[in-house]
């Protein structure tokens, strides 16, 4: 192994932490390898899917260890020109549209260089179209019955899918799953009877469920976290 790839959303990416700080960054210093930290704040499980399977796609599975660290069952995306535009609950009381194509939140399938983004001015255009994104998803989640359910759905149904990919391109992998984000036994026993819950491979889940990890003001983790993270995952992988 030369080098990790690593994708995922803010509790991944390192908000507020500077580089050196962030979870990732540690990891890849303990195994002394390159890294690849292709995760973006506010990343959809369905963004973090598309955006992988392209990315991976030039990688060399022999020498490149996957690390996946898990978002939220209610984020959404959008694809516009060559980028991909993740959508939150927060962008629903206030859409900045410029806020959008920070370096920390926009991603796309096409390039690993941040720089990427700089050249980016078709705000006005972009702006209709997030706005009537997000016109169509209020009335969705106001009028559908079980929207909850749909979106769990629509999430394990991401995540088996890169599941798929990573265990026929032959990468090795791990999931990371933050306070329990994913809690398969919690779920209503109906939802169980779905039979895309019974895919999942548990054995490649590693779930981080240490109360110190969390920075009580950003609600991210800590530097102290960051330390407990990197170690678990560094743990599973040299077991």
Not at 64 to 71: M, Q
Request: aromatic content about 16%; glycine content about 2%.
């Amino acid at each position: 192994m030369n080098r990790i790839y690593v994708n995922g959303c803010s509790f991944t990416h390192g908000h507020t932490l500077p580089t050196r700080l962030r979870w990732p960054y540690l990891l890849s210093k303990k195994l002394k390898v390159k890294l690849f930290n292709q995760a973006r704040n506010s990343n959809s499980m369905g963004g973090i899917l598309f955006n992988t399977i392209n990315h991976l796609s030039d990688f060399d599975s022999d020498d490149t260890f996957v690390i996946i660290g898990l978002t939220f069952p209610n984020r959404k995306h959008i694809f516009f020109d060559d980028y991909l535009v993740n959508i939150t609950a927060g962008d629903f009381n206030n859409m900045n549209v410029y806020s959008k194509f920070d370096r920390d939140k926009i991603s796309t399938p096409y390039s690993l260089d941040r720089n990427y983004f700089d050249n980016y001015r078709d705000y006005e255009n972009l702006e209709p179209v997030l706005k009537s994104f997000l016109n169509y998803y209020k009335n969705y989640i106001t009028r559908c019955k079980d929207i909850r359910k749909i979106d769990y759905l629509e999430y394990m149904t991401n995540l088996i899918c890169l599941q798929s990919f990573l265990k026929q391109e032959k990468f090795n992998y791990y999931f990371v799953n933050f306070n329990q984000i994913i809690k398969l036994n919690d779920l209503p026993l109906e939802w169980k009877q779905t039979s895309i819950f019974n895919l999942l491979d548990e054995d490649r889940i590693i779930d981080i469920d240490d109360k110190n990890f969390i920075d009580e003001k950003t609600l991210h983790p800590s530097q102290l976290g960051c330390e407990i993270v990197s170690e678990k995952v560094y743990d599973r992988i040299n077991r």
